[in-house]
């Protein structure tokens, strides 16, 4: 799953000397929450919607609410901006990305090729991935057998089980919890009482049936 797959690619950017109120403004506008700043065509910095908030006069002020529009009209975003930020190539996997973000507590990386913006990819495009690999977006039916360890041939058993029930599968993912192995199985229809069958008589335990309208 590569990066450029899943970004935004319809940037929205605004110059240093945009104002704190306009970014805010455009924020709400576009119901997005991160502004690339941009200067001669190259990412100086990021404004975000937390950013803009941390900056805001506290509500406590002894301003009037005109004083506080002069402020946020006056104060430019190169003044507040993060110039730290995390960048990421377009042809890195989404792992990649979703592994940076846990591991600097961020919410999106820009998506850069040498110096050029392509793009951005936030946690709910993580998200969005991630279901789509689990096929939990897709119509069918998803069935969750469960391991109690590891061992060789299960692609083949499922596989032979499809097979044997005239089953399409779209969709297969691998994970390890504490109690084993548990792999979740796609198919396109909804009828799974005989995979079910056929699964369990090759020794295999479905611990869990959903369907997917």
Do not use: W
């Amino acid at each position: 799953m590569y990066i450029c797959d899943y970004m935004s690619k319809d940037l929205i950017t605004v110059s240093p000397s945009t104002s704190m109120m306009q970014a805010a403004d455009l924020m709400d506008e576009k119901d997005i929450n991160r502004l690339p700043v941009i200067k001669n065509d190259k990412v100086i910095g990021l404004v975000t919607k937390e950013t803009i908030i941390a900056n805001r006069p506290s509500q406590a002020t002894s301003l009037s609410a005109h004083e506080v529009n002069y402020l946020l009209e006056k104060t430019r975003v190169e003044e507040i901006m993060e110039i730290q930020y995390l960048t990421i190539g377009p042809k890195e996997q989404v792992e990649k990305a979703a592994q940076l973000m846990l591991q600097h507590h961020v919410g999106v990386l820009l998506v850069m090729e040498d110096t050029k913006l392509l793009g951005l990819i936030t946690d709910k495009d993580i998200f969005k991935a991630f279901a789509e690999i689990s096929g939990y977006t897709v119509k069918g039916a998803h069935l969750v057998i469960e391991l109690a360890k590891d061992k060789q041939g299960v692609i083949e058993e499922v596989g032979d089980a499809l097979v044997e029930t005239n089953k399409n599968l779209t969709h297969m993912t691998v994970y390890h919890v504490d109690q084993g192995i548990r792999v979740a199985l796609h198919i396109d229809d909804q009828e799974t009482d005989s995979l079910k069958r056929a699964l369990e008589n090759r020794g295999y335990h479905v611990m869990a049936i959903y369907l997917k309208d």
